[in-house]
């Protein structure tokens, strides 16, 4: 029954104390009506602005019960680490709810994560994030851009491969032994791909509630095409060193060195003998710019996207 999920919402921080705000703000309007904790990891030493949001909405009578735990190493794989930590720490807790700091969930959200993780059986269920742009880019743009999670329909999919709008059994977590998140990844991003696709390795049961969104801050410093493009190359880039740890049964490097071939001469029609059709042009650059993010891990590079932090 609801009444018995022991929830952990878990919120990785750093450097955005008002988008933090809004989301704790909106996660103590949850619908739920049985046990919740919520976690948040400051993963900034220095200014510690997470910390001070926290102990801000804890005096003013927070709803429900709020640690803040210092992510000492710098890196979203850190972060997410210390807060599964700090949630097995109660072992009572049986699920693990994941959004980031510039997100804010509806009322329904855990309520609509939950239903579908019962219905399915799955042990790891996801859901959209709608973005909400601060400078909207061009209508082509952002046809050639946005993905295709928001078309999912509700229900049993192959894998969820972000922890944006992310519920866990907790059962995983205690099935596996630290650090979950590698943190080889906590400047490269990935880090929860890398997570996920080792679950499905191992046999995880995935589910998808449509009805589970949430939305996203999108600054307008990524509301341009250029940090769309830079955001394909790292995607492309840790894609290919994911595949490298895992080696699943559908990836040999020789296929995907054809399949990077493939994707540079349709991008490249894309993007030149077609670029009169501004919606084909930008898929043509992204498709590019993912392939070359890909032909780089291939040669050991590594892109460090999150060395840079938007929407402060």
């Not at 998140?181 to 880090?191: I, Q, R, T």
């Amino acid at each position: 029954m609801a009444g018995q999920d022991n929830i952990v919402v878990a919120i990785p921080t750093c450097r955005r104390p008002r988008a933090l705000r809004r989301c704790l703000e909106a996660v103590g309007r949850l619908d739920h009506a049985g046990p919740l904790r919520v976690i948040v990891a400051e993963n900034d030493m220095e200014r510690r602005e997470g910390e001070a949001v926290c102990a801000a909405l804890v005096a003013e009578g927070y709803r429900w019960p709020l640690q803040l735990v210092p992510a000492q190493e710098r890196g979203v794989a850190a972060a997410r680490n210390v807060l599964v930590r700090a949630a097995l720490e109660d072992p009572a807790v049986s699920h693990i709810a994941m959004i980031d700091d510039d997100e804010w969930p509806q009322p329904d959200w855990l309520t609509q994560l939950l239903a579908v993780q019962r219905r399915e059986g799955a042990d790891v269920v996801g859901g959209p994030v709608d973005r909400s742009y601060e400078r909207p880019p061009a209508a082509h743009v952002l046809r050639a851009s946005e993905g295709a999670y928001g078309a999912l329909r509700t229900g049993r999919v192959d894998l969820v491969d972000a922890t944006s709008n992310i519920l866990f059994d907790a059962a995983l977590f205690r099935a596996r032994s630290e650090p979950w998140f590698d943190p080889a990844y906590s400047l490269l991003g990935g880090e929860d791909r890398d997570f996920l696709i080792g679950l499905q390795l191992a046999g995880a049961r995935f589910a998808w509630s449509r009805e589970a969104a949430v939305r996203e801050d999108y600054p307008a410093s990524r509301c341009t095409l250029g940090w769309m493009l830079r955001r394909a190359y790292r995607s492309g880039n840790t894609d290919i060193l994911i595949n490298l740890k895992h080696r699943p049964p559908s990836f040999t490097p020789l296929r995907e060195t054809s399949k990077i071939a493939g994707a540079l001469g349709v991008g490249l029609v894309s993007a030149t003998l077609l670029a009169w059709k501004p919606q084909r042009r930008v898929a043509g650059l992204l498709l590019l710019a993912r392939a070359g993010g890909k032909l780089a891990g291939l040669m050991g590079l590594r892109y460090q996207e999150y060395r840079t932090i938007h929407g402060g």
